[in-house]
């Protein structure tokens, strides 16, 4: 198991007493280097967790991070976006039913478009190594259909997290809402990873609205965003241990005068 991994999903109890006790450091007063701190082990920290332990969170965890998750800000504070907790019979029932549909190969209508069609050269590039990350960390060869099958199959069983939620927003809702979401789910994996819980946002799942959408009873005008899994990393599972790469600082920031 490296190093990093057990660093990085280790709970930060010391460290968040620090930030929460005083906040006045938070606001810019004079502990500000405390909560910077704290600041960059969430931030450089967190990576998408695909495999848990079998051990639930602790009650009244969830409620306090959706509280902390909606602090983020949104235009106009619309606070768009939905969350799900999918348990027992729902979660088993729409788990089963989004492998069949996959298993099927059936190709269905999304509610909304996540990634450019075509997918640009120097975007499918990055696509490739991450998923060449994942199914090279689990020793899934290239050309090995079915591991790679199983473990995307996974996405559907939420990767057997202890907490599972589909993520939806009304239709109606105009880009800049998604991106207003974004942040809000953003909020919920470092609150989470404030705790020692990892996560993983699960995209795959908006490939079968009509799944979720039929076990959640939603209404047409809600659309399919994502799922998101949650819970205690498995610190010795390969899957956790990736690192994806970053674009640099000078790719993506320039500066107009
Ligand atoms: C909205 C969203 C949807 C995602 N969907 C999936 C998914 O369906 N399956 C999966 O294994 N990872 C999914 N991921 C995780 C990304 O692959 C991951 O964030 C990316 O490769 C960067 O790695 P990191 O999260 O470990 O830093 C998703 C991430 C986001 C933000």
Same mark, same amino acid.
């Given at each position: 198991m490296s190093q990093r991994l057990s660093e990085a999903h280790a709970p930060m109890e010391s460290a968040n007493a620090a930030a929460w006790d005083q906040p006045q450091g938070i606001e810019g007063g004079g502990n500000a280097p405390a909560a910077t701190t704290v600041w960059q082990a969430l931030a450089q920290g967190r990576r998408s967790t695909r495999r848990f332990l079998d051990k639930p969170i602790p009650d009244g965890w969830l409620e306090e991070m959706l509280v902390e998750a909606r602090c983020a800000p949104s235009g106009a504070n619309l606070q768009p976006g939905e969350l799900f907790l999918v348990e027992g019979a729902a979660r088993e029932r729409m788990s089963s039913r989004l492998v069949q549909v996959y298993r099927d190969g059936a190709l269905a209508k999304e509610?909304?478009?996540?990634?450019?069609?075509?997918?640009p050269m120097t975007l499918r590039r990055r696509q490739v190594a991450a998923a060449q990350a994942l199914y090279g960390a689990l020793g #899934?060869? +290239?050309?090995d259909q079915d591991a790679r099958r199983v473990q995307f199959e996974r996405n559907f069983r939420f990767f057997d997290a202890p907490v599972a939620l589909v993520v939806t927003i009304d =239709? +109606?809702?105009? =880009?800049g809402c998604f991106m207003d979401l974004g942040m809000c789910l953003y909020g919920l994996m470092l609150a989470a990873l404030a705790r020692g819980l990892g996560s993983c946002a699960i995209? #795959?799942? @908006? =490939?079968y609205p009509h799944v979720v959408r039929e076990v959640l009873d939603l209404? @047409?005008?809600? =659309?399919?965003v994502c799922g998101l899994a949650m819970g205690y #990393?498995?610190?010795? #599972?390969?899957?956790?241990?990736i690192r994806t790469a970053r674009r640099d600082v000078s790719e993506y920031f320039k500066i107009a005068r």
């Open positions: 509610d909304y478009g996540y990634f450019p069609q075509p997918m #899934a060869a +290239r050309d =239709s +109606r809702m105009g =880009s995209g #795959a799942l @908006a =490939s209404e @047409a005008g809600v =659309s399919v #990393a498995d610190p010795l #599972a390969p899957e956790n241990c």
